[in-house]
């Protein structure tokens, strides 16, 4: 069709407005800095942070206080966390209240230590008349005597321009109900504004799709779909001797190709059950509304009807009594046999589940440091390859047993040895062995400055470890991280190293986006941990609901704004959610998700395990034959519904064309064709435009010139595959009767395939 040559990516008047999403953050830094006046109230929180922090403790007592530091070996209590650790000033201010309550003669031991007094082991890092030793002192008199300065208003908020509850309410919809929200909701919310937007989101995180989006979120994080690519894959990680069982559905354990189609089926999802087992627990937590820190601590794991009876479960007294509800997962505890025996597996949520263990396996050299790793990245927002990167002299490295006697070692493996042992009745295979023997290289199982002292504990170690991860600050930090990530599409601000050049601008923009942080995390911690707290506060809060901003600087777009390239998964909802149709290969399973899936910037969770956020060509060559093959298959199909249910085309007829034969406009036609373009943009793009709005104009300019383009052909015919010959939304063929829309004799049919082509292609439909 000679009308896709007309249609670029992103039509070009709306570039501008790309560009104000990333631009937002110079509005805020800029306008945080102006409001910071001399005279500013500090509460001890700001006052840490401006003065203690960056003034004193980033530059005179980290590099032996950190964790992984000279004092923190030899028990110190004054810790101070780096800005690589999620939560780092909050944990750090909280410390420092702690030790300063500490005295000696009257004097807090803060102030005496820094001095070279009371054995200091640093020596003396300060003059006592310094105006870092005075910044040290106010902060202890702030400890004795707290400073609070009321409710501090945003000097940002004012500054920027905000999706409105109705705008939200839609963006939100889409992004995790996969659907518009309906008229009923439409107007509650029109009519009670933000009050009303509360009760919408909260309909609407009850439905099925969140859930799936939770997983979605969770599984790009864990990476265990690793195990779901092929049937019986997860199948494989099981041992049968551990699940006599694994093999119920072959019990005469014939070969592939002698199986039966109910065996197929059986194994099918027998495995998917296992390789599903840790997003669905996940999803299990937030569907019952329980405290989110329960995808840990869970005594107890889910399981489909297939896979219940893998685990040798007997499925009915689960509340599993259909095997045709395969998505259904009921919470169940397992045995596995040992001798002959059945040995509970003591379950501490996700962490205990086959494919996690498998997917974040262990050596006999590793010994799970890379499971130790992973649970601080996963669950602790903390990367420790950040926190203690620094070269290290090889040659410096004499010990035999480096990682717990050689400072160049012990500074990362004390933090990360204590937690890996926690792993270390779970094997390579991710099989849970109460006999295993204890390594004698690496420490007791423990976090932090706590062990587990009790020898009866160790084979229920990961059970204790995943309580002590749940109650630190730094779990809800990672929840929140990690929705972020998976809703905005970027990841959070980092705090700013102290010599970057752009410190204060760069702080500036972070403190708003902390502020706007702790205040969710509050809300979710009075809400009983519930994880729909985190994302109702991400959506309402204006890092989400964004637009633009006044007064940008082009100098700092770093920090806030949404408009994220929708992942392959979102795009596949939201083609149906608006056009009313799968865009579908020849099984009818999405395109997107299958033959799109890497194409579109996706990820397999294995080679590919970082989606793509900004488009590239194939990227771009992707969207193109999505919205001309969608644009081709909507428009016929619409057109043979009556007027008063179709989705697309409520207001005009094939039989409608803008100018007559002599090149003269027909005005009924004409007002009919903008009405259904502004439609459209409303539909599609989420603009509602006056008609006589110059983006109408332009898309009406395009309809009027592929008219005309078409018009000089005097050709009718329309590409088979874009006749009204099948239904769209189940991919079968019409009956003989049903069948219309075979050619275009009134050239108007392949000119609003170009309009939508064209709408679909738009940044406001390919991002959100």
């Not at 995180?205 to 997983?215: A, G, I, Q």
């Not at 002590?468 to 705090?495: C, E, K, W």
């Not at 104009?697 to 050709?715: A, H, P, S």
Request: glycine share 6%; aromatic share 10%.
């Amino acid at each position: 069709m000679s009308f896709t040559r007309k249609r670029p990516l992103l039509r070009s008047h709306n570039r501008q407005q790309v560009v104000r999403f990333g631009a937002i953050s110079a509005s805020l830094s800029a306008s945080l800095l102006a409001g910071c006046g001399n005279n500013q109230c500090l509460d001890n929180a700001a006052f840490y942070e401006q003065k203690v922090w960056t003034q004193v403790v980033s530059k005179n007592c980290l590099k032996c206080h950190a964790p992984e530091g000279a004092a923190a070996s030899k028990n110190a209590k004054f810790i101070q966390l780096s800005q690589s650790f999620p939560s780092f000033l909050e944990l750090n201010l909280t410390n420092f209240t702690e030790v300063a309550k500490i005295e000696y003669e009257g004097k807090s031991e803060i102030l005496r230590k820094p001095l070279g007094e009371m054995n200091h082991g640093g020596g003396k890092v300060l003059d006592e008349g310094s105006d870092e030793y005075k910044v040290l002192a106010d902060m202890v008199n702030r400890v004795k005597d707290p400073v609070t300065c009321g409710v501090q208003q945003s000097p940002v908020v004012p500054n920027l321009q905000q999706l409105d509850p109705v705008q939200t309410l839609r963006k939100a919809t889409l992004q995790l109900g996969g659907r518009l929200p309906t008229q009923a909701e439409e107007d509650a919310v029109k009519a009670g504004g933000e009050e009303a937007l509360g009760p919408a989101l909260d309909q609407l995180l009850t439905e099925s799709t969140f859930y799936n989006v939770l997983k979605e979120i969770y599984g790009d994080v864990m990476l265990t779909g690793r195990y779901g690519q092929y049937d019986g894959q997860a199948l494989g990680l099981l041992n049968s001797g551990d699940y006599p069982s694994v093999n119920w559905w072959n019990p005469a354990n014939v070969p592939d190709n002698m199986l039966t189609a109910q065996q197929v089926s059986d194994r099918k999802w027998s495995s998917y059950g296992i390789a599903a087992e840790p997003l669905e627990l996940i999803a299990y937590v937030a569907r019952s509304n329980k405290p989110f820190s329960e995808i840990l601590t869970a005594d107890y794991t889910v399981v489909n009807y297939q896979s219940a009876k893998t685990y040798g479960l007997d499925p009915a007294t689960l509340g599993l009594a259909n095997p045709g509800d395969y998505y259904t997962f009921k919470p169940a505890k397992v045995q596995v046999t040992r001798t002959g025996n059945k040995v509970g597996v003591p379950h501490a949520g996700v962490l205990t589940t086959p494919v996690y263990l498998n997917r974040w396996s262990t050596t006999s050299t590793n010994l799970n440091r890379a499971r130790a790793r992973m649970t601080y990245k996963f669950f602790l927002a903390t990367d420790l390859l950040a926190v203690a990167e620094r070269p290290i002299d090889p040659s410096s490295v004499t010990s035999t047993n480096p990682t717990r006697d050689d400072q160049y070692c012990t500074s990362c493996h004390k933090i990360i040895d204590p937690v890996a042992s926690t792993y270390q009745k779970w094997d390579g295979g991710g099989r849970f062995q109460p006999t295993l023997d204890w390594p004698t290289a690496m420490p007791q199982p423990g976090f932090g400055t706590a062990i587990v002292d009790n020898v009866a504990q160790y084979p229920s170690a990961l059970q204790w470890l995943a309580k002590q991860v749940t109650v630190d600050a730094r779990f809800g930090m990672s929840v929140l991280t990690n929705l972020y990530v998976g809703l905005i599409g970027q990841d959070p601000l980092p705090y700013p190293a102290s010599d970057d050049p752009s410190f204060s601008d760069k702080q500036a923009a972070w403190q708003e986006q902390n502020r706007i942080f702790q205040d969710i995390l509050a809300k979710w911690t009075a809400g009983n941990q519930n994880v729909k707290e985190l994302v109702k506060g991400l959506i309402t809060s204006p890092i989400y609901r964004a637009v633009s901003a006044k007064d940008l600087n082009p100098a700092q777009m770093e920090a806030f704004g949404t408009g994220r390239l929708l992942t392959p998964e979102s795009l596949a909802r939201k083609l149906p959610a608006t056009l009313g149709i799968r865009w579908m290969r020849y099984d009818k399973a999405d395109a997107l998700t299958t033959d799109y899936d890497l194409l579109y910037g996706g990820i397999d969770f294995d080679n590919v395990v970082k989606r793509l956020t900004v488009p590239n060509a194939i990227i771009g060559n992707v969207g193109q034959r999505m919205s001309t093959e969608m644009a081709c298959y909507a428009t016929a199909w619409d057109f043979l519904k009556p007027q008063a249910q179709r989705l697309l085309f409520k207001y005009v007829e094939p039989s409608q064309y803008p100018e007559d034969d002599n090149g003269f406009a027909v005005p009924a036609s004409v007002d009919n064709i903008k009405k259904n373009i502004q439609y459209l943009h409303g539909r599609l793009l989420g603009e509602y435009l006056d008609v006589t709005d110059p983006e109408i104009e332009r898309t009406y300019q395009l309809y009027v010139n592929t008219y005309r383009e078409l018009q000089k052909t005097k050709r009718p015919d329309m590409p088979y595959d874009c006749q009204g010959r099948w239904d769209r939304v189940t991919g079968d063929a019409l009956a003989a009767d049903k069948i219309g829309i075979t050619d275009d004799k009134y050239y108007t049919v392949r000119s609003w395939m170009a309009v939508v082509s064209y709408l679909l292609l738009d940044w406001k439909y390919l991002y959100e």
